[in-house]
């Protein structure tokens, strides 16, 4: 038992909230970074059409979602006790397969959508903004 222990990549209880914060806003940027590029070769007035919908959107997801997940894993993280706490605690070990699900979705719908992208990239800058919200 006390071999697996060493190879546990243990870490202070400050790094967990680092990691799920650069985590939460690394994966926002690269979605609200994926939108704008749908939305570089539009005109001005639909993409700020597009752009204002995103943002309607994320502050909507964050509201109803993001915060109480960030709140939760902070109280989470926050009653963890050790020394050394294994990193990838940053997240609920229940959360990883959603995560997985949602990777997918996104591949899926970026790929095989008939979705425009315009439209896709009001979702994907709600979702992103959101994440980089409660990060």
Known sequence: MNRINTLKPGVDKFWLFVVASLMWSG???Y???LAFGWLRPLNLAPVTLFIISGLFLAVGIYFVMFRRFADQNIIRINGLTGE???IFTFQRWTSYPLILVMISLGIILRL???IPKPYLAILYLGIGSSLFLAS
């Open 27 to 29: 994966v926002g940027i």
């Open 31 to 33: 979605l609200d970074f």
């Open 84 to 86: 050394k706490i294994c």
């Open 112 to 114: 095989y959508s008939p």
